[in-house]
């Protein structure tokens, strides 16, 4: 009996795979449109194509559906969708770069169902979680290492070892949730508990706070030493986050709002870059022959889109500079239109739903303080660099999950993508919906 899998996972899994080819065909036919407005003929390698993607979405299925029966049926299909019409964008933009992202999305999904593999039981994790603390540190760490880290774009977040590039800080923020949220879930009634009270604010014991803020510290160093704003920015938002819903404090929140307040201020204060940042953003328009001229094409092309857009491959995103990674969304408010863009921000909304609908359906602490924090994680990201591309805003530079050109960060979101997916499977179990 322990063997036989429940209706309910079967149906769950029959829906996930209807919805993963659904994926399938939107971004096989994404891709034709594409290649036709760019070049007026299928390309030769169109067959290929579409049998190599159908194969990778469906090995992504299988591990689910072996690994995790009883996982949530939306967050995979949601993910491919995003991945796939990345993918196209990234196509229609340059074949080299496309080359390389199918060998790093054949690399992400060999990931996701290793991490589905590797976790029968998510709550294991809570056994490492200092070993993840010191990982996350040295991976935050690593760029800054002479001979090994390197500048690229103004911040120093890239690492070579041999012929591989690669952003350790990808890994480092999966790294850091884990820890929190094992911490924060043994520590949780220490720290509601509090001592000292400050500005109506009631704070934990030092000794007991200590580990915490020395992760949080890492974030401090980002933005100071590797000049990363976003990932400072995203460490320290998974910081109060985790916090806030381990306590039920809602002054945390309030006083992490202060502290962000109080380090922007400073920031403004003492870094040329951020001040660059801060007045391109406000104006970009006096600065169209410089450091501007990126936000300003960004917002011709979503001008140049409208409601329904140029059609797939008959815009000309290629005029922005950094099109493949920061600034993909505006690729595809320029071709898709406003209902490309709407689809984008509306797959991100449901993932983010869901996750926090994995999170709310576990009774453990860790899994769900876990589920949160990756949450937060993949929402937060998306959230800085779409505002940042739509000017509400300064932009930060971060990559747009599932959807940006680069392999680092494809890889570290399939495997949060594998982490959400394997504590809802054990929710499932939890809850007797599927087989212990």
Sequence with gaps: MA???????????????GLVLLAAFITGAAYVLASLGKNASLPARIGPFLVSLLVLLVCAHIGVRKFAPGASPLLLPLTTLLHGIGYVMIARLSDRLAGLQATWSLIAVACFI??????????????YQYTFLFLGVFLQLLPLVPGVGFSSGGARI???????????GEFAKLCLAIFFAGY?????????????????????????????????GVSVVVM???????????FFTLFVVLLWVATERTGYIVFGG????????????????????????????SQYNGKGYQIVQGMFGFAEGGISGTGLGLGDPTRIPAVKNDFIFAAIGEELGLFGATAVLAAFVFIIGSGLCT??????????????????????????????????LPLTGVTLPFMSYGGSSLVANYMLLGLLIAISHSSARRLHEVPQ
């Design 3 to 17: 063997n036989t899998i429940s209706p309910l996972a079967v149906a769950r899994r029959r829906s996930e795979l």
């Design 114 to 127: 290793a991490v589905l593999m590797a976790l029968p039981r998510v709550a294991d994790l809570l056994r």
């Design 158 to 168: 890239w690492v070579s070892i041999g012929p591989i590039n690669f952003q350790p």
């Design 184 to 216: 924060l879930a043994e520590q949780r009634e220490v720290l509601s508990s509090g001592g000292k009270r400050i500005a109506g604010v009631q704070l934990p014991e030092m000794r007991t706070f200590l580990p915490v803020m020395l992760a949080w």
């Design 224 to 234: 100071v030493a590797e000049k990363d704003l976003g990932s400072s920015l995203l």
């Design 258 to 285: 202060g502290l962000f307040m109080l380090g922007a201020f400073i920031a403004y204060n003492m870094f040329g870059h951020v001040r660059d940042r801060f007045a391109i953003w406000l104006d970009p328009w």
């Design 359 to 392: 999170a709310i359906r576990t009774d453990n602490a860790f899994e769900k303080l876990l589920a949160v924090g990756l949450t937060t994680i993949l929402g937060v990201q998306a959230f800085i660099i779409l505002a940042g591309v739509l000017r509400v």
